[in-house]
């Protein structure tokens, strides 16, 4: 997958900081990979990113300091792990959800209000 | 087709380490507990979505000795290959090596792959001593009874000796838990297995000018193996597994 350049980040990478920006804002700041992956079938339709990717794109992210890992204490054979935006993840967030709103066909689930209060923001 | 994919990235995800292993398990285990594809385009997502998993535990998280595993089974296969045709009608390019040496050798290489492959992260002491055996038996009998006419003769008779040494070494590092002697004899091992390629690949080039492809592809895959082989020895840094503390049944008894 081609990163992009500034960035660095891969578009489905773009799009997982995107999603976890547009939750965050619906006041949902601790994401697990199926709530993730629900929303981008959801949103994305036809062809949304397959969960394999999805997990990659979260390693990644973590692996990069712009989501910050923090696994459930349950007890069990696999307790749920959450992700949370960092500050570094959360301006990369914001630069992913206006350039992703800035592309020729951008992913319709990409709010394009929100995008563009992040921009006059600066 | 989609256990398949299941099975062969459960065995995959025991190379990645503990942290990494859990939270993939986790996300897989939210996801299929969760997600039912029903479409056939949710299948096909699913099925591609297996195949990324199934790379990402296999190949992300490093170098380990997992590659052995699967490199030695190639080797193994080029080895029983090479044991079991006919000698060449050329006699410069028969090794003489008695064919029981070639079975042990054989024999030594599979064991240590199916030990690397069962644990990739860490050696384990007493079966990695007693698995590598074989392995030093058939590579110091080889290279001690191979014939050497041509150049890539003596490559392969000093790459031998290297992992017949080599493998000692990484014993005693284990038993006596010295970490740095262990790796030093894996790294033997791998200079010996990087060896054993670069002889193996110049005798598929001469084996196929010989008309003999057979031996040619024999000589290929345990180039190859040999190859990957020499990547998981040379670069991975497997730690020692724990020493379990033995008590005697008297003590036991006494609590």
Known sequence: MRRRHGTGLTRNEQKILAVALRLAHGSVAHLYGYEVFRQLVEWEGGEPMNHGTLYRGLRSLVGRELLARRDDEADGPAPRVYYELTADGRAAARQATIQLAALDDPPAWIDLGLARVLREEG | ?255
């Open chain 2, 1 to 255: 087709m989609r256990a398949l994919l299941d099975r062969l990235e459960r065995l995959a995800r025991r190379r990645l380490p503990e942290h990494e292993r859990r939270a993939l398990a986790s996300f897989r285990a939210d996801i299929d507990g969760h997600w039912t594809p029903v479409t056939a385009a949710e299948r096909r997502l699913d099925r591609r979505a297996r195949l990324v998993h199934l790379a990402t535990a296999a190949f992300d998280g490093g170098v380990s000795l997992a590659g052995v595993g699967l490199s030695g089974v190639v080797t193994a296969l080029g080895s029983a290959i090479l044991t079991l045709t006919p000698p060449s009608a050329d006699p410069r390019y028969d090794s003489e090596v008695a064919p029981w040496i070639g079975i042990v050798l054989t024999i030594g290489i599979l064991t240590l792959a199916a030990e690397c492959a069962s644990s990739p992260l860490a050696l384990r002491r007493v079966r990695f001593t007693l698995l590598s055996v074989p392995l030093v038996v058939g590579s110091l009998a080889a290279a001690a009874t191979a014939r050497v006419t041509l150049f890539p003769d003596a490559t392969l008779a000093v790459a031998l000796v290297l992992v017949g040494v080599g493998a000692p070494i990484a014993a005693v590092g284990l038993l006596a838990g010295r970490p740095p002697v262990a790796h030093r004899g894996l790294w033997s091992m791998g200079i010996g297995a990087l060896g054993v390629c670069f002889s193996d690949g110049v005798w598929v080039v001469l084996f196929a000018l010989d008309h003999a492809p057979v031996r040619a592809l024999g000589c290929a895959l345990s180039a190859i193996g040999a190859l990957l082989m020499a990547n998981g020895l040379l670069f991975a840094r497997p730690s020692l597994s724990p020493v379990r503390p033995v008590r005697s049944p008297r003590r036991a008894a006494l609590g």
